[in-house]
């Protein structure tokens, strides 16, 4: 039984365990609630919570994750009440002192981390914004005094916003949680960057990820359970084309949940491993659900309610659903949840997984014989405004204009300013824009002909919240402009536009008429019809004649 | 089904000159008689017997828009859905042309992946619903190829196709295609598979006449003077006349086959090849008027031509 009662007007969760006592304290905040431009900021605040504590012996830790914050300890009673209460003043009264400091410990902490293989799916289902920003790095760190670690300190960090769980039969003497007052802040509602779904893109050549958001259900977990299993027989077992295979369920904490589904592959593997891996989403999509895999899965996850100390072990997600404003529901609703789940509501699930669907397929594969669409990769249009030039693709110009700008090859990249995520202002002048869609547009000014002032509208257009100052950038790192473009550095062959190829056909056509028509007057002239104006017309036409086929040599040479 | 000679029809490439229960099911699709076009395929026991019928269907101009209409009858229904993908592989080859690909347009080959994408969607949804249907993967091997999926792909799915069916012909043949340099693979792979097939195979199968189909194959890649000095040899003509004796040679060999004509085709025109006009003119009287597209499409363009040429010759000589 979960007893809930209250410290400090915190919301409080007790069950009793037998070892050592275990507490955590969540923050209904996280990177979700954050903006490109100031992301980190949670991560920030909840290093600057800890570090009075850096120098203790007890297990602590703080995590940040997309839609909570949580501090955990585990130790004695006294430890667990100096380690909440430290906490709980720290928040109060953050030691911005360190805040240059803590910030690049995260950013060594980000160079150290492996990147999660699902890392870019955030990016391409929801853009730069909410659920998409743990794709992305800590871009806002540059950009965060201490009075912006304060305030988001003072807004999220607050009692009313809190829910505290501890292993035990009461609350230990003497803890106090000395928080600010606040609200309880809902889960933020997910955007979206795609479309249309199923959509897919490509990725690093030896993985697939699917994705899919779905209502949190018992049949959602089951159908990650068994789609699970089917990926690792299927690929693994029977075809041995991957090493890893297999599924998950993450409840997203707003009612619905993320199945994620990943396989990888050796390079001479990779279509049969992306074909099988089609094939096992499509099988559960007909409803051909095998009646062992689901009766293991469900087995597997009665196994869970079988534990021990099971009141105990559910603290922190209870805790989680609570503080999200999600329902909490005793074991044995939950147990006859799990147990009425059907083949037919499996069969329901996968359908709307697979409309829900995002896959990353191996670089140089598609989906789209899968049922899957391109997710898109460029803008649908480009602004208007000034043209510039690069000086490395002759195809290439970026457009700055009054709503945004645009950088054009073949297809266009648009970030407009009022739906810009973050603008990193770079010392040497480098621009780099990110668009709530997922579309950035990184401008390198020794890489265009840009006039003085070229790039102000962008400085004067986009709000204050977005921009990110970015610090000096060591000199290797700043892009040098070739000395002769267009032969040494263009690799692919650029496209001809087709009113050159018309433009050349007739200038050709017009160099021979004139140079016959010169070769005319020519002979005629020396045939005995003496006169200035012959020489003249004659010298007329010339002229008009290598004028031509000068225009020739100008458009032969620019293919 | 041998006529005698006397009586013997033109000869013809289409299947249904020479059956006429092809003639009535394409009757049955052009006149949209759904139920008849059921019971025919229904009624096809043999996994190339169905997928050799499933491709003629594909091949009859214009059933598109009946089998578009059935599948939105009865969704889910595995059949219309591996019909009309055979239809839309058709269309999309010819929308593709058979040229080599630096002939083909950026316009030709959307339409062609376009339409082979229509095709792989539905397949995907047939041999998810129905992993025993051996038609649906042999298509799945044809849009291996054209949406150029890979080596191990295909492989998969062949191996998909061969778990219910072991010893398909249709579905051999198809990734024989694809092991071949043409496709990705290499002559060596190709070779073995096609031998291993044909050894496998319970006698009086069709799977001999993919070893006879490799010589052409590895014959049509090389230059003229190499290709005759090549089919000639005496091991390439041991491998062959092995591979028949256990394949259209044998007693066990069933000639009412729909895909029979086509092993005997290959045969007929390998054994030409290496100059045994005997053994050549015994597979043209089996054949009869039964003429296949391939592989006289190698010789020549104009099929019949070259499968008349090629006959005349047996006959005189053998």
Redesign the interface.
């Known amino acids: 039984m979960i007893h809930e009662t209250e410290v400090d007007g915190v919301p409080t969760l007790l069950a009793p365990i037998s070892g050592p006592m275990q507490a955590g304290l969540f923050f209904r905040v996280g990177t979700a609630d954050e903006t490109l431009a100031r992301s980190g900021v949670t991560h920030l605040v909840e290093h600057l919570a800890l570090h009075r504590h850096g120098q203790t012996d007890y297990h602590f830790n703080g995590t940040t994750g997309g839609v909570v914050t949580h501090f955990h300890m585990q130790g004695s009673e006294s430890d667990i009440v100096a380690y909440l209460t430290g906490v709980c003043e720290s928040l109060t009264d953050l030691p911005v002192e360190r805040l240059e400091t803590e910030k690049e410990i995260l950013r060594t902490e980000a160079a150290g981390r492996n990147r999660a293989v699902n890392e870019s799916m955030g990016l391409w289902r929801y853009g730069a914004r909410d659920h998409g920003l743990r794709s992305y790095q800590e871009l806002g760190l540059p950009a965060l005094g201490a009075d912006d670690v304060r305030a988001w300190a003072d807004a999220w960090f607050t009692r009313d916003n809190a829910v505290l769980w501890i292993t035990g039969n009461a609350v230990p003497a003497g803890l106090k949680l000395r928080l600010r007052e606040g609200v309880r802040r809902p889960v933020p509602v997910a955007s979206s960057a795609l479309p249309a779904t199923p959509a897919y893109f490509a990725g690093p050549d030896n993985v697939v990820v699917f994705d899919t958001v779905v209502e949190r259900s018992a049949a959602a977990s089951v159908y990650a359970g068994v789609l699970d299993r089917e990926l690792f027989r299927s690929l693994r077992q029977e075809?041995g084309?991957s090493y890893t295979a297999g599924a998950a369920y993450d409840p997203r904490g707003d009612g619905h949940a993320v199945v994620t589904a990943v396989a990888d592959a050796l390079p001479?593997?990779?279509?049969?491993?992306?074909?099988?891996f089609?094939?096992v989403l499509?099988?559960l999509?007909?409803g051909?659900i095998e009646a062992e895999d689901l009766a293991a899965t469900r087995t597997k996850a009665e196994e869970y309610f079988q534990l021990p100390e099971l009141d105990a072990a559910r603290l922190p997600t209870y805790a989680m659903n609570l503080v999200t404003g999600q329902p909490n529901h005793t074991v044995d609703e939950l147990l006859a949840e799990l147990r009425a789940v059907t083949p037919a509501d499996v069969h329901a699930v996968a359908e709307r997984a697979m409309d829900a669907g995002l896959l990353m397929v191996p670089h140089g594969h598609g989906a789209?014989?899968?049922?899957f669409v391109a997710a898109p990769t460029h803008s649908t249009g480009k602004v208007s405004g000034r043209s510039h030039r690069s000086l490395v693709e002759t195809s290439e110009t970026l457009v700055v204009g009054g709503a945004g700008v645009s950088l054009v090859r073949e297809q266009p990249s648009t970030v407009r300013y009022d739906e810009c995520a973050a603008l990193l202002v770079y010392p040497d002048g480098a621009r780099h824009l990110f668009g709530h869609d997922g579309i950035s547009v990184r401008i390198e000014p020794t890489l265009f002909t840009l006039a003085p002032g070229a790039l102000a509208p962008i400085d004067a257009a986009v709000p204050a919240s977005a921009v990110v100052p970015m610090p000096a950038r060591p000199a290797g790192n700043i892009p040098i402009p070739p000395d002769r473009p267009r032969e040494t550095v263009r690799t692919v062959p650029r496209a001809v536009p087709y009113w050159e190829t018309l433009l050349l056909v007739g200038l050709i056509l017009v160099t021979l008429t004139l140079g016959a028509l010169t070769l005319g007057a020519l002979v005629s002239t020396l045939e005995g019809e003496p006169g200035a104006a012959g020489w003249v017309s004659t010298s007329l036409v010339g002229v008009l004649t290598l004028g031509a086929f000068a225009g020739c040599v100008f458009l032969y040479r620019r293919r | 089904m041998i006529l005698p000679v006397t009586d013997l029809p033109p000869v013809s490439t289409d299947p249904a000159a020479t059956r006429p229960e092809l003639a009535a099911l394409r009757a049955a699709v052009r006149s949209h008689d759904w139920p008849a076009v059921s019971a025919f395929l229904g009624g096809l026991d043999d996994p190339d017997d169905h997928s050799f019928v499933v491709r003629f269907v594909g091949e009859i101009g214009g059933s598109e828009d009946f089998l578009r209409t059935v599948v939105g009858q009865a969704p889910g229904a595995t059949l219309p859905m591996t019909l009309l993908a055979a239809r839309l592989i058709e269309l999309g080859w010819e929308a593709r042309s058979g040229y080599g690909a630096e002939h083909v347009s950026q316009v030709q080959f959307r339409a062609f992946h376009e339409y082979l994408r229509q095709a792989e969607r539905l397949l995907i949804e047939v041999t998810a619903r129905e992993p025993a249907d051996t038609s649906a993967w042999t298509m799945r091997l044809l849009t291996t190829r054209g949406l150029e999926l890979g080596q191990s792909e295909a492989r998969r799915r062949y191996d998909h196709a061969a778990r219910h069916a072991p010893h398909s012909f249709g579905t051999q043949a198809q990734i024989l295609q694809q092991l071949c340099p043409k496709w990705g693979g290499t002559w060596e792979d190709a070779h073995a598979f096609a031998r291993e097939c044909a050894l496998a195979a319970p006698e009086g199968s069709l799977s001999g006449a993919l070893v006879a189909t490799w010589h052409l194959e590895r014959w049509l890649s090389m230059d003229r003077a190499e290709a005759n000095r090549y089919i000639v040899q005496a091991h390439v003509r041991a491998e062959v006349a092995e591979a028949a004796a256990r394949s259209v040679d044998h007693p066990a060999f069933r000639r009412a086959g729909y895909r029979a004509a086509y092993a005997l085709n290959t045969f007929a025109m390998a054994t030409a090849l290496h100059g045994d006009q005997t053994a050549a003119a015994r597979y043209f009287h089996m054949i009869g008027a039964e003429a296949t597209a391939l592989p006289w499409s190698y010789h020549g363009n104009d099929n019949v031509t070259s499968f008349l040429w090629f006959r005349k010759n047996a006959r005189a000589k053998g």
Not at chain 1, 268 to 276: D, P, S
């Open positions: 075809g084309y001479e593997k990779r279509g049969a491993m992306l074909g099988g089609l094939d499509w099988k999509r007909v051909r789209d014989g899968a049922g």
